[in-house]
């Protein structure tokens, strides 16, 4: 399986945009980048997901580096509901259903 | 919509009583996946079910524990006995076709006393 690191905790001011980095330096060229998120007490959250090119909806856009090696979560406006514990998941490209979730970054919105 | 429904939000029991939890997927659905969260361990995958049968149950921890999905639009995770250390956040997801964004239901919260 293909592992991410990411950073333990972030913070951003309310309005501004947060920036959220991950490595996957072991990607395979049929896995796809999965970005969940889990608000304290709640379900995970889908946000977004990507193969090789950019992608961006209503919630957040997604830049993957032309290696696929690295990628970036953009909450383009953050506010204190997007306080919350990000998790960047390579699905397992044999297994495609899994999703192994690390340890996550721990985003703390300031107001 | 509704999503993904899970039962009972809050379930508090003694060692060696059993545990059932439950889940109905989003409609349509044909994957279900059973997870389990605890501070030690993060989020796991316990078993994976693709159009009612099961088809990865390697996350399953012990014979104490068992799953069914009886047709698509409901399961069950059981525990007997249930132990001190099963407690934990359960959450059940589905998702439309294997290897499709799945979506979480809210979880249900287990203590075993």
């Not at chain 1, 090696?69 to 506010?79: E, Q, V």
């Not at chain 2, 993904?4 to 997927?25: A, N």
Request: net charge neutral; aromatic share 10%; with cysteine.
């Amino acid at each position: 399986d293909a592992k991410t690191t990411q950073p333990t905790s972030m913070d951003c001011a309310e309005g501004r945009a947060a920036n959220l980095p991950c490595n996957h330096s072991t990607i395979s060229g049929n896995e796809y980048v999965y970005w969940y998120r889990q608000i304290h007490s709640q379900g995970p959250q889908y946000i977004i997901h990507g193969l090789k090119n950019n992608e961006t909806n209503e919630m957040a856009s997604l830049i993957i580096t032309e290696e696929r090696k690295s990628s970036t979560l953009i909450l383009p406006h953050a506010t204190l509901r997007d306080t919350a514990v990000y998790y960047c998941i390579v699905s397992d490209g044999d297994s495609s259903y899994k999703l192994i979730f690390g340890s996550g970054t721990r985003l703390l919105v300031r107001p | 919509d509704a999503g993904v429904i899970q039962s009972p939000r809050h379930e508090v029991t003694e060692m060696g009583q059993e545990v059932t939890l439950r889940c109905k997927p989003i409609s349509g659905h044909n994957s279900l996946f059973w997870y389990r969260q605890t501070m030690m361990r993060g989020l796991e995958l316990l078993i994976y079910f693709n159009n009612n049968v099961p088809i990865d149950d390697s996350g399953m921890p012990e014979d104490r524990f068992s799953a069914k999905m009886p047709n698509a639009s409901f399961s069950t995770l059981k525990i007997q006995p249930s132990e001190p250390r099963d407690s934990a956040v359960y959450f059940c997801a589905s998702s439309l076709l294997a290897g499709y964004t799945q979506y979480f239901g809210p979880g249900t919260r287990l203590t075993v006393l």
